[in-house]
């Protein structure tokens, strides 16, 4: 079938009209579609392969780069809170009244340097290779072999009820508004990100703080896991210590309602 245009009884046209083929324009679309993609992807590359994956930030990579940003960020603030301290001690018009209740609230409150004796708990992830131990046990899954937030919190609440004047998690001092929270096992605390092992430090009685932590029974449940997968457990005497004052935040962020 001839698809001119020519009417019958005419003259030949010199140029025969073509039809309109939708597949054509599909066609055409569809190269300039990766047209666009090649352009856009040159354009984010910058001249470098982008197929490779040191040339990706990994996330691991922005949530360490933040944490040692935030962890000199609370060094910067702590200085300037020093500052502010040595300032307002200069005041006179203070009395020495107000000056012991105002020590009495920082302490209270973990932002002023505690010292006194101390116990240290250790916590780690057992062996990747760990099997069970003890007869009657089933051999271990993934999850009984890492530290979870709860193991974490157990210590914290039992040296709290041992009578902890103060409490340490890594190098961060802990006060009321502090939570400890694990993606993974890893450790999120105050904006920060920490690997196991973990190091829990209480400044108080020795005895009754390790007497809190025999009595509590999450705590003995999670003997359970150091006796027959191997988790880290570890209980020191330090002596002497000091412990850091808080020198992050104190403002409270909390959510608002939509209107």
């Given at each position: 079938?001839?698809?001119?245009?020519?009417?019958?009884?005419?003259?030949s046209?010199?140029?025969?009209r073509?039809?309109?083929?939708?597949?054509?324009?599909?066609?055409?679309?569809v190269?300039?579609?990766?047209?666009?993609?090649?352009?856009?992807?040159?354009?984010t590359?910058?001249?470098?392969?982008?197929?490779?994956?040191?040339?990706?930030?990994?996330?691991?990579?922005?949530?360490?780069?933040r944490?040692?940003?935030?962890?000199?960020?609370?060094?910067?603030?702590?200085?300037?809170?020093?500052?502010?301290?040595?300032?307002a001690?200069?005041?006179?018009?203070?009395?020495?009244?107000?000056?012991?209740?105002?020590?009495?609230?920082?302490?209270?409150?973990?932002?002023?340097?505690?010292?006194g004796?101390?116990?240290?708990?250790?916590?780690?992830?057992?062996?990747?290779?760990?099997?069970?131990?003890?007869?009657?046990?089933p051999?271990?899954?993934?999850?009984?072999?890492?530290?979870?937030?709860?193991?974490?919190?157990a210590?914290?609440?039992?040296?709290?009820?041992?009578?902890?004047?103060?409490?340490?998690?890594?190098?961060?001092?802990?006060?009321?508004?502090?939570a400890?929270?694990?993606?993974?096992n890893?450790?999120?605390?105050?904006?920060?990100?920490?690997?196991?092992?973990?190091?829990?430090?209480?400044?108080?009685?020795?005895?009754?703080?390790?007497?809190?932590?025999?009595?509590?029974?999450?705590?003995?449940?999670?003997?359970?896991?150091?006796?027959?997968?191997g988790?880290?457990?570890?209980?020191?005497?330090?002596g002497?210590?000091?412990?850091?004052?808080?020198?992050?935040?104190?403002?409270?962020?909390?959510a608002?309602?939509?209107?």
């Amino acid at each position: 079938m001839s698809n001119s245009a020519d009417s019958p009884g005419t003259e030949s046209s010199p140029v025969r009209r073509r039809g309109f083929r939708p597949v054509r324009m599909l066609t055409a679309g569809v190269f300039a579609l990766a047209g666009l993609i090649f352009f856009t992807s040159f354009d984010t590359a910058k001249g470098t392969n982008i197929r490779t994956d040191d040339s990706l930030l990994k996330l691991s990579d922005l949530i360490h780069e933040r944490s040692h940003k935030n962890g000199a960020l609370e060094e910067t603030n702590g200085a300037l809170r020093g500052d502010i301290e040595s300032l307002a001690e200069q005041d006179g018009g203070r009395t020495e009244a107000e000056d012991d209740q105002l020590a009495d609230l920082e302490g209270r409150a973990g932002t002023r340097k505690l010292k006194g004796e101390a116990v240290t708990v250790t916590l780690d992830d057992a062996p990747p290779d760990a099997t069970a131990r003890l007869p009657g046990y089933p051999e271990p899954q993934p999850d009984y072999l890492v530290i979870h937030q709860q193991d974490l919190q157990a210590v914290v609440n039992a040296m709290w009820q041992g009578g902890a004047e103060g409490i340490k998690v890594m190098d961060q001092r802990l006060i009321s508004t502090s939570a400890v929270r694990c993606v993974g096992n890893t450790l999120i605390l105050q904006g920060r990100v920490y690997s196991p092992p973990y190091k829990i430090t209480a400044v108080g009685d020795p005895e009754k703080l390790k007497n809190a932590l025999a009595a509590s029974p999450s705590i003995q449940n999670y003997m359970v896991y150091v006796n027959v997968y191997g988790l880290g457990w570890k209980v020191e005497d330090e002596g002497a210590v000091t412990l850091p004052g808080y020198s992050g935040t104190v403002d409270l962020h909390y959510a608002k309602p939509v209107r």
